[in-house]
């Protein structure tokens, strides 16, 4: 099984400032990983997968990057709405599924 | 527009079975993609817990599987989750969810709104 961990636990930040968040597998997974947003109270959403692809309706300042075991999702630009936590998702060995223990950004 | 409804009880004896149903509408249960169980303990990460698709085959987490059954009602348009002999390990907010078939498919799009269960004497 594939163990992604991300780091840090906790990023804080000022609005505008640039977010850089880590997504590591234990094993490489090409790049076949994707990245979500959970807010308090709500349901995680899909923001990039494959790695560097946004899904539908997000924004340009969400950006991903990496293949093999590194990857990284970067805000350009914190706004006010970004402050969450965010879980990187893979398929790993079929059938499984796993998340990232998840990075919360926070508010400086 | 794809939505996913969870509905179930919120409270659960231990050593009982969790029964939740998702609801679809917007598509059919038929489609070519599979439909998925992620659970969160409170303030905690996300767990997935299987999948299924329209033909009835099943995918399950290896460290639930001899616990969870995910069914399908082709004529309500819902998919359902049963887990027996819950304890209080098993206490969290249940999402239903729909494979989202972008790429390479392996992603979750979207989510329900997610429903907390308790498990509680």
């Known amino acids: 099984e594939i163990v992604l961990t991300q780091s840090p636990a906790t990023l804080s930040l000022s609005p505008g400032e640039r977010a850089t968040l880590s997504c590591r597998a234990s094993?490489?997974?090409?790049?076949?990983l994707a990245w979500y947003q959970q807010k308090p109270g709500q349901a995680p959403r899909l923001l990039l997968y494959d790695a560097s692809s946004r899904a539908t309706g997000i924004p340009a300042r969400f950006s991903g990057s990496g293949s093999g075991t590194d990857f990284t999702l970067t805000i350009s630009s914190l706004e006010p709405e970004d402050f969450a936590v965010y879980y990187c998702?893979?398929?790993?060995?079929?059938?499984?599924?796993?998340f990232g223990g998840g990075t919360k950004v926070e508010i400086k | 527009q794809v939505q996913l409804q969870e509905s179930g009880p919120g409270l659960v004896k231990p050593s009982g079975t969790l029964s939740l149903t998702c609801a679809v509408s917007?598509?059919?249960?038929?489609?070519?993609?599979?439909w998925r169980w992620v659970r969160q303990p409170p303030g905690e990460g996300l767990e997935w817990i299987g999948e299924?698709?329209?033909?009835?085959?099943?995918n399950y987490n290896p460290s639930l599987k001899s616990r969870v059954t995910i069914s399908i009602d082709k004529s309500k348009n819902q998919f359902s989750l049963n887990l027996t002999s819950v304890t209080a390990a098993d206490t969290a907010v249940y999402y239903c969810?729909?494979?989202?078939?972008?790429?390479?498919?392996?992603?979750?799009?979207?989510w329900g709104q997610g429903t907390l269960v308790t498990v509680s004497s």
């Open positions: 094993q490489a997974v090409s790049t076949y």
């Open positions: 998702q893979h398929r790993s060995s079929w059938p499984q599924l796993t």
């Open positions: 299924i698709y329209h033909s009835g085959s099943t």
């Open positions: 969810a729909k494979q989202s078939l972008v790429g390479s498919s392996n992603w979750f799009d979207p």
């Open positions: 917007g598509a059919s249960i038929t489609s070519t993609n599979w």
